[in-house]
Each structure stands twice: as structure tokens, then as C-alpha cells.
């Protein structure tokens, strides 16, 4: 039984957890929609998961570098995180590239 792989979960939440911040993209822009959306993604994700896993497509393999907590049959504790750091890497990537399109347009929109 290991924290390692929960731990390194919770350091790549907190690096984007900076680079939000630092770029206010998702909940440094709008806090409130970001935890909804942040919310609603891991509970889809989830209920994707615990179809899977009554329908024996998903099954947890055994890992020491895990912590063995299971929250249901087959749906380890790490599993939650995962799917957080999953959403929300996905908006700040959303959300970056659409500032940087912007940017891109609004600058040829200059030269014009």
C-alpha cells in the first residue's frame, strides 16, 4: 500500500492549479461556472466508469503504488483524482488555446 501514485496526482493538480492562476483560465476567470463544469465532467466520467465496470469492461489492476482504498468494487480512490486532473487539464488546454486564437486573430485583424 503506496500513496505514490495519488500523491503524484495531487502535485499535477496543483501545477495546473499555477498555471491557472498565473494565466486566470478556468477558475481564476470564473470560479463558480469552473466548479461546475469541473463538477459535472469527473460525475459523467464516473458514471462512465461504473458502467464499465458493471459491464466488466473496466477492472482495477493490482498496484503497488496505489493505496488499495476503493470507493466501489473495481473503482480505486485514485481513480477520482485522475478524473479531475483529467477535466480540468482539458479546460486549461480549452481554454488556453482559445485565448491564444483570439490573440492570433485579433492580431492579423490589426494588420488588415
Known amino acids: 500500500m503506496s500513496i505514490l501514485y495519488l500523491a503524484v496526482l495531487l502535485v499535477a493538480i ?7 492562476r498565473r494565466f486566470a483560465l478556468f477558475f481564476w476567470r470564473d ?30 489492476g493490482g498496484s503497488p503504488l496505489m493505496t488499495g482504498i ?11 483524482f485522475f478524473l479531475a486532473f483529467l477535466c480540468y487539464v482539458t479546460m486549461i488546454l480549452i481554454s488556453g488555446a482559445g485565448r491564444m486564437l483570439a490573440r492570433r ?8
Open 70 to 80: 476503493v470507493l466501489a468494487p473495481e473503482l480505486p480512490l485514485e481513480e477520482v
Open 14 to 20: 496543483g501545477c495546473m492549479l499555477l498555471l491557472d
Open 105 to 112: 486573430t485579433a492580431r492579423r485583424g490589426e494588420r488588415a
Open 31 to 60: 470560479a463558480r461556472r469552473a466548479a461546475i463544469v469541473l463538477v459535472a465532467g469527473v460525475l459523467f466520467f464516473l458514471a462512465w466508469d461504473l458502467f464499465g465496470i458493471a459491464l466488466h469492461v473496466f477492472a482495477r
